[in-house]
C-alpha cells in the first residue's frame, strides 16, 4: 500500500477524534518509528510503499488511535526533560508539569549544593522513575534512590536508568508501611508526585487517561486524599536532614490544604507553585 493512501485513511478515521493537525503528526510519529521513514523522505518520494507483512502492524496502531489509546503506550516510548524514558501500562505517561518540578528541584538543589557537595536525594512513588532519571543526569553528583510499590513499574524504571546511563538505588516499597532504616545516613532531598486525583474528580478526567493509565498511581479516596503526603511527612521525620529539602507535586484543588499541612509539621520556607497551566501544582517545604 502507498504510504499517501494509508495517511488518507488515517485522517478519514481519525481527524474527528484528534484534528487533521494532530492526525498528521501522530502519521509521521508512527512512520518513522515502525519504518525508519522520515517525513522528508516521505515528502520527497510520494509512492513509497509498506509490504503486506508491515501492514497489520500500521492497521493496529490505527485501530488503538481510534479507541484513544495514548501514542506513548502504543510506541512504549517518551521524552521526559529531553531524554528517552519507555513506558507501560505500569507506568504513568509523564507530564510536563512534572518537568517544571524537576526544573524546581534541579535550582534548588544547585543553591543548596554549596553546601552539599554529594546530595541525597530520592523520589517517592518514580514510577517509569521520570523525576529520579532526570535528576540523576542533571545532577551528577547527587546520590539518588527511587521507591515504588509496585514491581512492574520498577522493572521499567531500572530499564530507563540503564538506557540514561545513570545509577539509582531502585528500592520496593510502600511509603503507607513503616521504612526500614534504609537511609541512616540521613536525606537532602525528597520528592515525590504520588497519586492525588480524588475519586470524585475521575468524571472531570479524560477518557485516554482514565481508561488507560494505571489508577494504582492516580487515585486516592475522597475523605484521604493526603494520605501519600502525610505518610511521606512522616517518613521525612525519620530520614530528612535538618534543613532538608521536600517537593511535591499536588492536587490543584488541594493547594491551601498542602500549605496548612506542611505547616502543621513545622516546615518552613513553604512556596506554593503553579504550573505552565496556571494551576497550584507544586509545594516546597524547608524541615525545621
Ligand atoms: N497530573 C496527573 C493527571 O492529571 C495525575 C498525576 C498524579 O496523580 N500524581 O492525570
Known sequence: ???????????????????????????????????????????????????????PKI???????????????ILKETEFYGFPFKVTA??????????????????????????????????????????????????????????????AALQVAKQNAKRNNVKINFIEASVLEPQPEVFSEGLDIIVSNPPYVRELEKQEMKPNV????????????????LQFYTAIIDFSKLHLKENGLLFFEINESLGQEMIALLKENDFTDIELRKDMFGKDRMIKGVKS
Open 90 to 151: 505500569n507506568t504513568l505517561i509523564p507530564r510536563p508539569e512534572t518537568e517544571e518540578l524537576v526544573t524546581w528541584v534541579y535550582d534548588s538543589v544547585k543553591a543548596f549544593a554549596t553546601k552539599t557537595e554529594h546530595p541525597k536525594l530520592v523520589d517517592i512513588g518514580t514510577g517509569s522513575g521520570c523525576i529520579a532519571i532526570s535528576l540523576a543526569k542533571l545532577l551528577p553528583k547527587a546520590q539518588v534512590s527511587a521507591i515504588d510499590v509496585s514491581k
Open 210 to 225: 482514565l481508561d488507560n493509565e494505571p489508577h494504582l498511581a492516580l487515585f486516592v479516596e475522597n475523605d484521604n486524599a
Open 1 to 55: 500500500m502507498l504510504l499517501k493512501d494509508l495517511k488518507k485513511i488515517f485522517h478519514n478515521e481519525l481527524d474527528a477524534i484528534y484534528g487533521e493537525n494532530e492526525v498528521r503528526s501522530l502519521f509521521f510519529i508512527l512512520i518513522e518509528s515502525y519504518f525508519g521513514i522520515s517525513r522528508l523522505e516521505l515528502a520527497l518520494q510520494p509512492e513509497l510503499a509498506i509490504t503486506t507483512n508491515e501492514h
Open 59 to 73: 492497521m493496529e496502531a490505527l485501530s488503538q488511535l481510534k479507541s484513544q489509546y495514548p501514542i506513548q503506550y
